[in-house]
Nanobody, 127 residues
Framework: EVQLVESGGGSVQAGGSLRLSCTAS????????MAWFRQAPGSDCELVAT?????????YTAGSVKGRFAVSEDNAKNIVYLQMNNLKPEDSALYYC???????????????????WGQGTQVTVSS
């Protein structure tokens, strides 16, 4: 069974850091496109970062988090990470990892643009 499990969320003050983990099982992790999404109450599902399925495993981060967040992986452990630095209150959201799809028009997380989503991990940033 294809599964993703997020962990590492929590509460932190503005300016602090967290590292989220997404542990994958049931599929070929190193040949799979991975994505991080987040959704805050009253907001749309937002693509945060991606890790490509190509040999380069190139990364992408959204403009709202660029320079503060970074995606990386530990292929041996089937884990993709989202390092979040200089957190802001507007970063507060439920964070999801996803695989087997491609970003589309979905306004909620999770949505059918990706076949497999984790359960989500909450990040709360206080001012």
């Amino acid at each position: 069974e294809v599964q993703l499990v997020e962990s590492g969320g929590g509460s932190v003050q503005a300016g602090g850091s967290l590292r989220l983990s997404c542990t994958a099982s049931g599929f070929t992790f190193d040949d799979s496109y991975m994505a991080w999404f987040r959704q805050a109450p009253g907001s749309d599902c937002e693509l945060v970062a991606t890790l490509s399925s190509g040999s380069s495993r190139s990364t992408y981060t959204a403009g709202s988090v660029k320079g503060r967040f970074a995606v990386s992986e530990d292929n041996a452990k089937n884990i993709v990470y989202l390092q979040m630095n200089n957190l802001k209150p507007e970063d507060s959201a439920l964070y999801y990892c996803a695989t087997d799809g491609f970003p589309g028009l979905g306004s909620r997380c999770p949505n059918p643009t990706f076949k497999t989503w984790g359960q989500g991990t909450q990040v709360t940033v206080s001012s």
